[in-house]
Nanobody
Framework: QVQLVESGGGLVQAGGSLRLSCAAS????????MSWYRQAPGKERELVAS????????YADSVTGRFTISRDSAAKNTVYLQMNSLKPEDTAVYYC?????????WGQGTQVSVSS
């Protein structure tokens, strides 16, 4: 069984930074893609950033240049989301997502709140 555990959320002032972590445990040795999604109150869940097993990255336009997704060099099933220059509109629950072949997995989510 695979589990994704997120950490690093919290409350920060606009312009500040946070780093989210997602650690995957279980029987999967390598995921084809790991991503961060977010969902704000009253809005649909949206893709924030993703990274493939080949370290190709993709970002939502709204976070390009401010957020960076990366993979732990030693533990390939651990990903980070470095969030800089945070804005109030970044406030949401952030979810880690992982996929390999036809299997997909979600974390429980971590709250990020940005005050103005």
């Amino acid at each position: 069984q695979v589990q994704l555990v997120e950490s690093g959320g919290g409350l920060v002032q606009a312009g500040g930074s946070l780093r989210l972590s997602c650690a995957a445990s279980g029987s999967i040795s390598s995921f084809s893609v790991m991503s961060w999604y977010r969902q704000a109150p009253g809005k649909e869940r949206e893709l924030v950033a993703s990274i493939t097993s080949g370290d190709r990255t993709n970002y939502a336009d709204s976070v390009t240049g401010r957020f960076t997704i990366s993979r732990d060099s030693a533990a390939k099933n651990t990903v980070y989301l470095q969030m800089n220059s945070l804005k109030p509109e970044d406030t949401a629950v952030y979810y880690c997502y992982a996929a390999v072949w036809r299997w997909t997995y979600w974390g429980q989510g971590t709250q990020v709140s940005v005050s103005s």
